[in-house]
Nanobody
């Protein structure tokens, strides 16, 4: 089992930055790909970014490429999402997720991930 707790969300002006963290419990964190998703009011939860279990490979949605950076620290069981050049359309609840399979290639769909955090709110004002 993997338990995930996100932090770092908040209210920021357009053009600002935030750093989200996701702390994981359990012994399998370093063996799992991790992802970040977001869900805006009235919209489906969508893929934002993913990182391989080693941290060597990263994947991004086109809408956040260049502006967001995913990283991980396996020694600290933590995955991060750096959000730069934020836009009002980035406003959403951001969720951290752990892949359902060990050693798997990161996925970009919700069904690839079995473990989810409670989410952290990011609000970008114009």
């Amino acid at each position: 089992q993997v338990q995930l707790v996100e932090s770092g969300g908040g209210l920021v002006q357009a053009g600002g930055s935030l750093r989200l963290s996701c702390a994981a419990s359990g012994r399998t964190f370093s063996s799992r790909a991790m992802g970040w998703f977001r869900q805006a009011p009235g919209k489906e939860r969508e893929f934002v970014a993913a990182i391989s279990w080693s941290g060597g490979d990263t994947y991004y949605a086109d809408s956040v490429k260049v502006r967001f950076t995913i990283s991980r620290d396996n020694a600290k069981n933590t995955v991060f999402l750096q959000l730069n050049s934020l836009k009002p359309e980035d406003t959403a609840v951001y969720y951290c997720a752990a892949h359902g399979l060990l050693w798997a290639v990161p996925g970009m769909t919700k069904n690839d991930y079995d473990y989810w955090g409670q989410g952290t709110q990011v609000t970008v004002s114009s």
